[in-house]
């Protein structure tokens, strides 16, 4: 009896076994199935998309195809330039850049361009001068002293450039009455030396004396002086002798005067 009831027992846990089994295939297979038509239907359902209203903030951009980077523009006008364009010469280019050389150094070198032009013109001063070989070499000069203001102007005559004869005049002026003594006593000076000189040949002394005024000319021809009586003639009158001789040279004499302060100039 507890043999069946036992027998009964292992045949409905076995039945029970198979319901579970079967169950849970038809468990799993249904979710497999309904797993794999909603797969299906989301992939095969496309989403709806918006329209968008035509032209509003939409900005279209055609990207330009890259072949056509290398494609040469045709430029008919360009092409007419190309063609009639002559470049310069190599010779066109060498003036225009020894022309910028030469400009540059005008502007570096003006001042001394400048300097050089004027030396130039004195020097060309200087040399008309001293072709005047034949003529008259005028100096003059102005002193002061105290009271007295005396203007020297000699001029000598000269041949080849030689000294042949020389006209001196001093011109003194002092006040009337402060310097009438001075200007007396030059006078004095001036009438010996006149009256000593007038046995010699070649020679005139003139004296001209008014009040706060004196004038003392010398006039003397060296062709014919006699240089040691024209010494003792300036000697006894308390004069000195400039010491100019005939045939002396103009351009000594001329030298000697700028040098003492004279301003000279030859005419012709």
């Known amino acids: 009896m507890n043999q069946e009831?036992?027998?009964?027992?292992?045949?409905?846990?076995?039945?029970?076994?198979?319901?579970?089994?079967?169950?849970?295939?038809?468990?799993?297979?249904?979710?497999?199935?309904?797993?794999?038509?909603?797969?299906?239907?989301?992939?095969?359902?496309?989403?709806?998309?918006?329209?968008?209203?035509?032209?509003?903030?939409?900005?279209s951009y055609n990207e330009p195809d890259k072949k056509e980077d290398?494609?040469?523009?045709?430029?008919?006008?360009?092409?007419?330039?190309?063609?009639?364009?002559?470049?310069?010469?190599?010779?066109?280019?060498?003036?225009?850049?020894?022309?910028?050389?030469?400009?540059?150094?005008?502007?570096?070198?003006?001042?001394?361009?400048?300097?050089?032009i004027e030396e130039r013109k004195r020097g060309d001063i200087e040399y008309e001068e001293v072709?005047?070989?034949?003529?008259?070499?005028?100096?003059?000069?102005?002193?002061?002293?105290?009271?007295?203001?005396?203007?020297?102007?000699?001029?000598?005559?000269?041949?080849?450039?030689?000294?042949?004869?020389?006209?001196?005049?001093?011109?003194?002026?002092?006040?009337?009455s402060l310097d009438e003594e001075a200007l007396n006593e030059l006078n004095n000076k001036c009438k010996k030396l006149e009256e000593a000189s007038k046995s010699l040949a070649g020679v005139t002394i003139r004296c001209t004396y008014t009040p706060g005024k004196f004038l003392e000319e010398q006039i003397l021809s060296y062709s014919t002086i006699d240089t040691e009586k024209l010494d003792d003639a300036f000697l006894e009158a308390g004069e000195s002798n400039p010491n100019y001789e005939y045939q002396q040279d103009i351009g000594i004499i001329e030298k000697n005067l700028l040098a003492s302060g004279y301003e000279c100039e030859r005419e012709s």
């Open 5 to 59: 009831s036992n027998n009964i027992q292992n045949d409905n846990q076995e039945q029970n076994a198979s319901f579970l089994k079967n169950d849970n295939s038809e468990v799993l297979s249904t979710n497999t199935e309904d797993n794999f038509n909603t797969n299906s239907e989301v992939i095969s359902t496309p989403k709806p998309v918006a329209e968008r209203p035509e032209n509003i903030g939409i900005v």
């Open 70 to 116: 290398n494609v040469p523009i045709k430029n008919d006008k360009l092409k007419e330039v190309e063609i009639n364009y002559t470049p310069p010469s190599k010779g066109k280019i060498f003036l225009l850049v020894v022309f910028f050389i030469l400009l540059i150094g005008f502007v570096i070198f003006l001042p001394d361009i400048s300097k050089m």
């Open 131 to 176: 072709i005047i070989r034949t003529g008259t070499l005028k100096c003059s000069m102005k002193t002061n002293t105290t009271n007295l203001d005396k203007t020297y102007d000699l001029a000598f005559q000269f041949t080849d450039s030689k000294l042949d004869s020389a006209h001196f005049s001093i011109f003194t002026k002092g006040d009337v």
